[in-house]
């Protein structure tokens, strides 16, 4: 059996995504003996990276880097690298993806119409019903998994973005996320839009017209799962054990609780694409680029993640 190949991109160059990745790599090919690991990204950022950072791994005989083409900018040469790891993946030359950070103004400034990596991906892969779920544990070992049924929105779109079949595709991506993992339960706790969950309707209509339903066909279609439940509580019942997966209904409302326990930890998993793909939980971090102290936690995170989901 051929050894499975894992698609690394190095996200910016401008900023600190070649530095993760190849401060996290060494680690990984020691991990993961039977995996091979594909850099895609542009030539010269990756090999100054990997010569301060991970001395020869560039030699090693499971490590590949595929440069990217010439671009105009960092932005651009980001994305040229994230469209070659996605095509590689789809042609089943790779296994698993994992995603360094870019910046979507950097590439909306490019000239480009762009909303995020996983918006791009699924585009690219003809597969629109995808899921952002978020993932990691505290200083306890205590996990948070946390399911997105809108993402890249402003605050004022979300209420009418909503859709019952979309808080059902989360929450029973939520569930099969579970499965994949190996946890004994699939219990999502799915929260509601408005404070208190609308205070059964005194503070908005949403948890009556729109997240009930949601739920109700998800339980019909085997998942285990509860609410609407007020936000404000919910993350601190999932935390303790009583859940194993949250649905929140919009970005912040998801992400401000598991970065606030797992910022160094964290991984974002793409679901619902033909292929796994997961990515640290940070962002380009320009104003630490090039000074050797980011993190590399997140990005090996996601790297043990793609590897384990490949192989399932």
């Given at each position: 059996?051929?050894?499975?190949?894992?698609?690394?991109?190095?996200?910016?160059?401008?900023?600190?995504?070649?530095?993760?990745?190849f401060?996290?790599?060494?680690?990984?090919?020691?991990?993961?003996?039977?995996?091979?690991?594909?850099?895609?990204?542009?030539?010269?950022?990756?090999?100054?990276?990997?010569?301060?950072?991970a001395?020869?791994?560039?030699?090693h005989a499971?490590v590949?880097?595929?440069?990217?083409?010439?671009?105009?900018?960092?932005?651009?040469?980001?994305?040229?690298?994230?469209?070659?790891?996605?095509?590689?993946?789809l042609?089943?030359?790779?296994?698993a993806?994992?995603?360094?950070?870019v910046?979507?103004?950097?590439?909306?400034?490019?000239?480009?119409?762009?909303?995020?990596?996983?918006?791009?991906?699924?585009?690219?892969?003809?597969?629109?019903?995808?899921?952002?779920?978020?993932?990691?544990?505290?200083d306890?070992?205590?996990?948070?998994r946390?399911?997105l049924?809108?993402?890249?929105?402003?605050?004022?779109?979300?209420?009418?973005?909503?859709?019952?079949?979309?808080?059902?595709?989360?929450?029973?991506?939520?569930?099969?996320?579970?499965?994949?993992?190996?946890?004994?339960?699939?219990?999502v706790?799915?929260?509601?839009?408005?404070?208190?969950?609308?205070?059964?309707?005194?503070?908005?209509?949403?948890e009556?017209?729109?997240?009930?339903?949601?739920?109700a066909?998800?339980?019909?279609?085997?998942?285990?799962?509860?609410?609407?439940l007020?936000?404000?509580?919910?993350?601190?019942?999932?935390?303790?054990?009583?859940?194993?997966?949250?649905?929140?209904?919009?970005?912040?409302?998801?992400?401000?609780?598991?970065?606030?326990?797992?910022?160094?930890?964290?991984?974002?998993?793409?679901?619902?694409?033909?292929?796994?793909?997961?990515?640290?939980?940070?962002?380009?971090?320009?104003?630490?680029?090039?000074?050797?102290?980011?993190?590399?936690?997140?990005?090996?995170a996601?790297?043990?993640?793609?590897?384990?989901?490949?192989?399932?």
């Open positions: 059996m051929p050894t499975p190949a894992l698609a690394l991109t190095s996200g910016d160059p401008a900023g600190i995504g070649p530095e993760v990745l401060r996290a790599l060494p680690c990984a090919v020691a991990a993961h003996p039977g995996v091979r690991f594909t850099v895609f990204g542009p030539p010269d950022a990756c090999l100054a990276a990997a010569e301060r950072f001395g020869g791994i560039l030699a499971r590949t880097l595929v440069p990217t083409p010439p671009a105009e900018g960092p932005a651009l040469a980001a994305l040229a690298a994230l469209e070659a790891a996605a095509r590689a993946c042609a089943g030359e790779c296994a993806l994992v995603t360094g950070p910046s979507k103004e950097a590439i909306l400034r490019a000239g480009v119409k762009f909303t995020g990596q996983t918006e791009f991906l699924a585009e690219l892969a003809g597969t629109p019903d995808v899921t952002m779920l978020l993932l990691g544990p505290d306890r070992d205590r996990w948070l946390v399911a049924a809108t993402t890249h929105l402003p605050l004022r779109r979300v209420a009418d973005a909503l859709a019952p079949a979309a808080i059902t595709r989360a929450i029973l991506h939520a569930s099969d996320a579970c499965r994949r993992l190996g946890l004994p339960r699939r219990r706790g799915v929260c509601g839009l408005n404070p208190h969950a609308g205070e059964g309707g005194l503070l908005g209509d949403e009556i017209r729109l997240i009930a339903p949601a739920i066909a998800a339980r019909d279609a085997g998942a285990e799962a509860s609410g609407p007020p936000a404000d509580t919910l993350f601190h019942h999932a935390l303790r054990g009583d859940f194993d997966a949250v649905v929140a209904m919009y970005h912040d409302q998801g992400l401000a609780p598991l970065k606030m326990i797992a910022f160094d930890r964290g991984v974002n998993w793409t679901l619902g694409l033909p292929f796994p793909r997961t990515s640290p939980d940070h962002g380009t971090a320009f104003d630490i680029a090039g000074r050797g102290v980011a993190s590399p936690a997140s990005m090996r996601a790297m043990d993640l793609a590897v384990q989901l490949a192989a399932a």
